[in-house]
């Protein structure tokens, strides 16, 4: 009885330890976690301090697994691929993180989200500074860019040999179907010369894209994309890019089998064309060429059959 005793007390001594080592990473652990996290996305995405970013945890064992249910971000500015961005909000679900890296180093270590949700604006300030100097380079100058009614507008002056042109391109920043916005030139307006409109039109449209959203790990479906009053408005909703990529893969299985199916179709409609061929070119003989009722035998008669005509003349 004293043996089932002590290992009953030993048994319980152990249940109240794991308790209160699950308590304290709890309230100590875990909350640096939290913390440790916000900041690293802070730094990610150079937030400033103002900036609200909101960690919302699942269960224990998950956070320790590295992952949490969402994050939410709403800050002011930040700067994404380069690019000064504003009025960002960003809420994530299902997002997976690298733990040791997030205590031991303070990045983010984001390694996947499931979904998010995404807003942003792009201001005309900050598409100058990203294009100035580019556009500099390839021999423009006193870069102006407007962003009105649906459609964004850069003039410059172009130094050639023996005039000044002043160019302006008119187009809109699009989705390219990746987590980039891109220039699309629609017309180029030429003041007083003529140059290479193709290769002009060519230097707008390699320009680098006003933004990549890659940081977010996800693959971005813009719903919402306007230009006005001097901003380029961004609304976009996410998959995780591990998820897009098995749609494309089944997608390309399935265009597979489809051309296979249209391979084959093909195959019996060409069989079906040279069937109808043959039998229209030997319809064509036997309308063209046809056979008589009765062929005459011209071979002179042997005496037998002579004989059987009614004996010898």
Same mark, same amino acid.
Do not use: H, Y
């Given at each position: 009885m004293g043996c089932f005793q002590r290992l009953a007390n030993f048994v319980l001594v152990l249940v109240v330890?794991?308790?209160?080592?699950?308590?304290?990473?709890? $309230?100590?652990?875990?909350?640096?976690?939290?913390?440790?996290?916000?900041d690293s996305v802070r730094r990610e995405f150079l937030l400033p301090p103002s900036s609200t970013v909101v960690i919302g945890r699942g269960s224990l064992l998950d956070t320790l697994e590295g992952q949490v249910d969402s994050f939410y971000v709403d800050s002011a500015e930040a700067k994404l691929d380069g690019m000064l961005v504003e009025d960002l909000r960003f809420k994530g679900r299902g997002i997976r993180f690298d733990l040791p890296q997030?205590?031991?180093?303070?990045?983010?270590?984001?390694?996947?989200?499931?979904?998010?949700?995404?807003?942003?604006?792009?201001?005309?300030?900050?598409?100058?500074?990203? $294009?100035?100097?580019?556009?500099?380079?390839?021999?423009?100058?006193?870069?102006?860019?407007?962003?009105?009614?649906?459609?964004?507008?850069?003039?410059?002056?172009?130094?050639?040999?023996f005039a000044e042109v002043r160019i302006g391109a008119n187009g809109r920043i699009v989705a390219d179907g990746s987590t980039r916005l891109k220039l699309e030139v629609d017309e180029l307006q030429?003041?007083?010369?003529e140059i290479g409109v193709k290769e002009l039109k060519a230097a707008f449209s390699t320009l680098t894209p006003v933004v990549d959203l890659d940081q977010f790990r996800v693959a971005i479906e813009v719903d919402k994309l306007e230009m006005h009053d001097g901003y380029v408005f961004v609304q976009a909703r996410s998959r995780a890019l591990d998820e897009v990529s098995t749609e494309a893969a089944g997608d390309s299985e399935l265009d597979k089998r489809e051309q296979e199916l249209l391979d084959e179709l093909e195959r019996?409609?060409?069989?079906?064309?040279?069937?109808?061929?043959?039998?229209?070119?030997?319809?064509?003989?036997?309308s063209g060429n046809p056979a008589p009722d009765y062929?005459?035998?011209?071979?002179?008669p042997d005496e037998k059959d002579m004989n059987s005509l009614g004996g010898e003349a």
């Open positions: 330890l794991a308790l209160l080592a699950l308590a304290a990473l709890n $309230w100590l652990l875990l909350p640096k976690v939290d913390e440790e996290l916000a997030v205590l031991l180093s303070g990045n983010a270590g984001l390694s996947e989200v499931q979904s998010g949700e995404l807003e942003l604006k792009v201001s005309e300030d900050a598409l100058k500074q990203r $294009w100035g100097g580019e556009l500099e380079k390839k021999g423009m100058r006193d870069v102006e860019i407007a962003l009105e009614d649906g459609s964004v507008t850069i003039n410059g002056i172009f130094d050639m040999a030429l003041g007083g010369a019996v409609r060409r069989k079906k064309e040279q069937q109808e061929a043959l039998e229209k070119e030997g319809a064509a003989q036997q062929i005459p035998d011209e071979s002179e």
